[in-house]
């Protein structure tokens, strides 16, 4: 029985890792997509004659030599992390279908988290030869145009929970510093009027 019932696992495995689609056709269908890079590389492939497949594999190697040996590597992976996503995001916001705003809203909470643990760990990191094509490699994981992508599954599996259990106590946190802040505003203005009137008296005494 436990055999049988062994065999019924692996050849259903087989079966759904048939049904899904190859990377190799993943991203024929990304080039021949309704997307910016599809757009850019279907314009330059009519204008030299050079399939957008070359072009695509060519510009990816490119990136990737550069990003291990180019000066600005940390530069090209915000741009890569940040100008699409952001395309994307005002295309989402003009769109009357309100999907794909949760789709990019999940996106930049991933990537704003991101970038805090960046901020205290890229001190250590940089220094590896390979650091920025792993960031770069994971971002465009986050972006990618299929429902398992990071931003969805980190999203689901790791900031959701941890939000759902403690958003009282953010909750309470958020409402403190907001109340500090304005209070110190409010603080901070009636100190400049107070000084800008009596600069405009001391002004008049002196005319």
Known sequence: LAVKRLAVAVQTCRVRVSAMPSVRERFQAF??????????????????????????????????????????????????????????SIKAIESPDKKDDTIWLTYWVVYGIFSVVEFFSDIFLFWF?????????FLLWCMAPFSWNGSQVLYSRFIRPFFLKHQHTMDSVVDDLSGQ????????????????VTHAAESEKDM
Do not use: H, Q, W
């Open 129 to 137: 030869p390979l650091y920025y094509i792993g960031k770069c490699v």
């Open 31 to 88: 080039l021949n997509g309704d997307n910016l890079a599809a757009d850019i590389l279907g314009k330059v492939e009519a204008r030299t004659g050079v399939s957008r497949n070359f072009l695509a594999t060519g510009s990816v190697c490119s990136m990737g030599l550069y990003l291990v040996f180019g000066y600005g590597a940390s530069l090209l992976c915000n741009l890569i992390g940040f100008a699409y996503p952001a395309y994307r």
């Open 181 to 196: 802040a304005l209070s110190t505003a409010e603080t901070i203005t009636r100190e400049v009027y107070r000084a800008a």
